[in-house]
């Protein structure tokens, strides 16, 4: 593997020069070993709305990444630095940094010198096609993994939604029981019997009956004339 696993970052900082302790931050993990920088751009819109751009031959120490070790190779794109430069707010600029994760490649020599193989790998190597700030590919297990999740989160949303639903529903039980609680048999269906308790309970019966109260409304009526 001439390169290990790549990848493509973009630093957006105010002014025209890189944040010191971010570039202090990347010389670090540089100089460990961990990541190599395998390209640079750093683009640059004034106040005024120009453009300036700074590539690995440039004057890095103006942009404050001259401590940063890099090993040039033309792997930045064109479209790549269009998308960063339509992006820019005045007054502002981005570093545009392809990397390479060097410890991925130094453990697959080992792995290659002791007679192995590497299997699988999550993204494609030797190349920076990928537009800026995208991930590589997913692999098996990080899939899996966003599945559960994704499936997690439907069950909770169902749970949410069942409960919600039967909250509904009982509050519209409560708002019948009340409504049948406070039932009075109508004026006109009881004026015609009488004031009598006997002839009121008849014309409630007729009522159920007839299909114009139901048990509840019935035994409910029936209540409160025999409380009265």
Known sequence: MDIGPLELIVLVFPGARADPAAAEILAGVVSRGDVTVLDLAFVTRTSDGSLRITDVEGNRHEIGLGSVEISAKPLITKD???????????????????????????????????????????????????????????????????????????????????????????????????????????????????????????????LRESGALTEQEFESAKSRLLNA
């Open 80 to 206: 790549q630095l269009d998308a960063v430069r339509d992006s820019l707010k005045p007054g502002t600029s981005a570093a545009v940094i392809a990397y390479e994760h060097s410890w991925v490649r130094r453990l697959a020599g080992a792995v290659t010198n002791a007679g192995g193989a590497i299997a699988r790998t999550a993204v494609s190597t030797g190349t920076a096609s990928e537009a800026p700030g995208r991930r590589a590919p997913q692999d098996a297990g990080q899939q899996r993994r966003s599945a559960a999740r994704q499936a997690e989160q439907q069950a909770v949303a169902e749970s949410e939604a069942a409960v919600r639903e039967a909250e509904a529903e009982a509050a519209a039980a409560e708002r019948a029981a009340e409504q049948y609680a406070t039932f009075r048999p109508p004026p006109s269906a009881l004026a015609a019997a009488g004031d009598d308790l006997v002839s009121q309970l008849r014309e409630l019966a007729i």
